[in-house]
Nanobody
Framework: QVQLVVSGGGLVQPGGPLRLSCASSGSILSIDTMAWYRQPPGKERDLDARISSDNSVNYADSVRSRFIISRDNAKMMVYLQMNALKTEDTAVYYC???????????????WGQGTLITVSS
């Protein structure tokens, strides 16, 4: 079994920072790409940032220069440092990991439970 647990959401004022963490656990042999997605109210889930196993990163245009994705492979964690938050960043944020499971070496597209971030004054 593989679990991704997200922490760090909540209410933040416009212009403020917030940091999300996502901890992976379970029958994991290795993790390839890790990513953060957002789903605003009434809209589809979209990619915000992605980081590969060799730390190559990609960002959506809307968050580039404001958000920073990083990972700690030893701890099997991924982080999202969000700066200069805007009201339009209000959404449920999910972490995602491409996991190779130990035992049968099968690949799993794993998701965290999501955390709500509300940017409001």
């Amino acid at each position: 079994q593989v679990q991704l647990v997200v922490s760090g959401g909540g209410l933040v004022q416009p212009g403020g920072p917030l940091r999300l963490s996502c901890a992976s656990s379970g029958s994991i042999l290795s993790i390839d790409t890790m990513a953060w997605y957002r789903q605003p109210p009434g809209k589809e889930r979209d990619l915000d940032a992605r980081i590969s196993s060799d730390n190559s990163v990609n960002y959506a245009d809307s968050v580039r220069s404001r958000f920073i994705i990083s990972r700690d492979n030893a701890k099997m964690m991924v982080y999202l440092q969000m700066n200069a938050l805007k009201t339009e960043d209000t959404a449920v944020y999910y972490c995602n990991a491409e996991v190779h499971r130990s035992g049968d070496f099968s690949r799993l597209d794993a998701w965290g439970q999501g955390t709500l971030i509300t940017v409001s004054s």
